[in-house]
């Protein structure tokens, strides 16, 4: 459907997150505390279940602070639903197995967890006159370049450098993107395995092992409107422990063909003649060791492939879910109450 240069959250040539483009500008007003170093561990609810405070952990010590208006919660896709049934709002019967007094019955609080999965590991080697060298844009040069001048390589996203929009599973929506694909401008094992593959299992740096030091760019298939579900759930009524997060990826069969297109798409993508005239840009096809079995790009060998070097992007979303009241699912209405 088209490309774009990838977006990101920048100012200035620097990444900003929501607390430096809201957060610190609004500390100069008046009614407005920021409180650092605390931690929410309960909302606290009146007689009529109505949120007028909370409570938080704060040096060691439980304190409370009370609304005058109103409680916004406000936590993120995981601690937001723990919180929520830390204070007794949430599925009742996953409440009281954990021994949490039930004081709002919403089944929704935690379920509904959607992230746009995503596929390493399609790759292409490029000609070494071309250099898109991980070392050549976070080197010294390229540091003092940036400090000085906030130019040069490390002024623009390092990961990404296009993005591609297709729709290819939704025919009966074409206007709508259903996948997006990544160009990384790096091989994965390019470093060497520092830093791309650091935490990786050892048999996948070993599958990289025979580029390792090697230029070369990736392309990243990734699901826009995912159809799998997963869930957000306490591990226990202690509110220090981390939730339990099941992404539940690829569980919908729609989610896991489109995946498959999605995976050959890359492939063809990246094989486009352009790259290989003005790159010199050469398929990694080396198959993975555990779906060697298979034919080499079958659909079977991709459906393996699929599966094994799948990922979550870190975007989770829709564990509080906004519905009208109809839905038993609901957690919030469309005025976020
Ligand atoms: C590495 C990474 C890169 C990303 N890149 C992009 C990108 O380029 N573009 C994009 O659109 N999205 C990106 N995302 C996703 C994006 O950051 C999230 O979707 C977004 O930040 C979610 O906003 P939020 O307000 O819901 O939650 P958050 O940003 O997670 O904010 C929740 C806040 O609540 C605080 N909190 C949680 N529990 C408690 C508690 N009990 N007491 C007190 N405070 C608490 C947390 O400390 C946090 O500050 C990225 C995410 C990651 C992890």
Redesign the pocket.
């Not at 400090?147 to 390589?153: A, F, L, M, Q």
């Not at 997006?180 to 830093?195: K, S, T, V």
């Not at 393996?304 to 009241?325: E, I, L, N």
């Given at each position: 459907m088209g490309s774009s240069v990838f977006?990101?959250?920048i100012k200035n040539r620097e990444r900003m997150?929501?607390?430096d483009a809201f957060l610190l500008p609004g500390l100069r007003r008046r009614n407005l505390k920021l409180q650092t170093n605390?931690?929410?561990?309960e909302i606290i609810l009146n007689a009529d279940n109505k949120a007028i405070g909370v409570k938080?952990v704060h040096n060691h010590k439980v304190k409370r602070a009370f609304a005058q208006r109103e409680v916004i919660i406000?936590?993120?896709?995981?601690?937001?639903p723990?919180?929520l049934m830390l204070s007794g709002i949430g599925p009742k019967e996953h409440l009281e197995k954990l021994g949490i007094k039930s004081r709002v019955n919403l089944p929704g609080v935690g379920q509904n967890y959607q992230d746009h999965v995503m596929v390493y590991g399609i790759s292409w080697t490029i000609h070494p006159n071309v250099s898109s060298s991980i070392f050549s844009r976070i080197g010294i040069k390229a540091m003092l370049n940036y400090k000085e001048r906030r130019s040069g390589p490390l002024a623009s996203p390092l990961g990404v450098c296009a993005l591609y929009h297709l729709n290819i599973g939704s025919p009966q929506e074409p206007h709508v993107p259903d996948t997006q694909i990544n160009m990384g401008c790096a091989l994965e094992g390019q470093d060497y395995g520092l830093m791309a593959l650091s935490g990786y299992q050892q048999s996948v740096r070993d599958y990289y092992r025979p580029v390792f030091g090697r230029d070369g760019f990736s392309m990243i298939p990734m699901l826009a409107r995912p159809k799998s579900v997963g869930s957000i759930t306490l591990r226990s009524r202690n509110?220090l422990d981390p939730p339990i997060v099941d992404p539940n990826c690829l569980s919908h069969p729609d989610d896991l063909s489109l995946m498959i297109k999605a995976a050959k798409a890359s492939r063809k993508l990246g094989n486009a003649k352009a790259f290989r005239r003005a790159l010199g840009a050469e398929p990694f096809r080396d198959p993975i060791p555990d779906c060697a079995h298979f034919e080499f790009e079958s659909d079977d060998y991709w459906r393996c492939f699929v599966v094994g070097m799948s990922t979550v992007?870190?975007?989770?979303?829709g564990t509080c879910k906004m519905a009208p009241d109809s839905d038993p699912m609901a957690v919030v209405t469309p005025r976020l109450k």
């Amino acid at each position: 459907m088209g490309s774009s240069v990838f977006q990101l959250a920048i100012k200035n040539r620097e990444r900003m997150s929501s607390a430096d483009a809201f957060l610190l500008p609004g500390l100069r007003r008046r009614n407005l505390k920021l409180q650092t170093n605390s931690q929410v561990i309960e909302i606290i609810l009146n007689a009529d279940n109505k949120a007028i405070g909370v409570k938080y952990v704060h040096n060691h010590k439980v304190k409370r602070a009370f609304a005058q208006r109103e409680v916004i919660i406000s936590a993120g896709a995981a601690d937001s639903p723990k919180l929520l049934m830390l204070s007794g709002i949430g599925p009742k019967e996953h409440l009281e197995k954990l021994g949490i007094k039930s004081r709002v019955n919403l089944p929704g609080v935690g379920q509904n967890y959607q992230d746009h999965v995503m596929v390493y590991g399609i790759s292409w080697t490029i000609h070494p006159n071309v250099s898109s060298s991980i070392f050549s844009r976070i080197g010294i040069k390229a540091m003092l370049n940036y400090k000085e001048r906030r130019s040069g390589p490390l002024a623009s996203p390092l990961g990404v450098c296009a993005l591609y929009h297709l729709n290819i599973g939704s025919p009966q929506e074409p206007h709508v993107p259903d996948t997006q694909i990544n160009m990384g401008c790096a091989l994965e094992g390019q470093d060497y395995g520092l830093m791309a593959l650091s935490g990786y299992q050892q048999s996948v740096r070993d599958y990289y092992r025979p580029v390792f030091g090697r230029d070369g760019f990736s392309m990243i298939p990734m699901l826009a409107r995912p159809k799998s579900v997963g869930s957000i759930t306490l591990r226990s009524r202690n509110p220090l422990d981390p939730p339990i997060v099941d992404p539940n990826c690829l569980s919908h069969p729609d989610d896991l063909s489109l995946m498959i297109k999605a995976a050959k798409a890359s492939r063809k993508l990246g094989n486009a003649k352009a790259f290989r005239r003005a790159l010199g840009a050469e398929p990694f096809r080396d198959p993975i060791p555990d779906c060697a079995h298979f034919e080499f790009e079958s659909d079977d060998y991709w459906r393996c492939f699929v599966v094994g070097m799948s990922t979550v992007t870190a975007h989770m979303t829709g564990t509080c879910k906004m519905a009208p009241d109809s839905d038993p699912m609901a957690v919030v209405t469309p005025r976020l109450k």
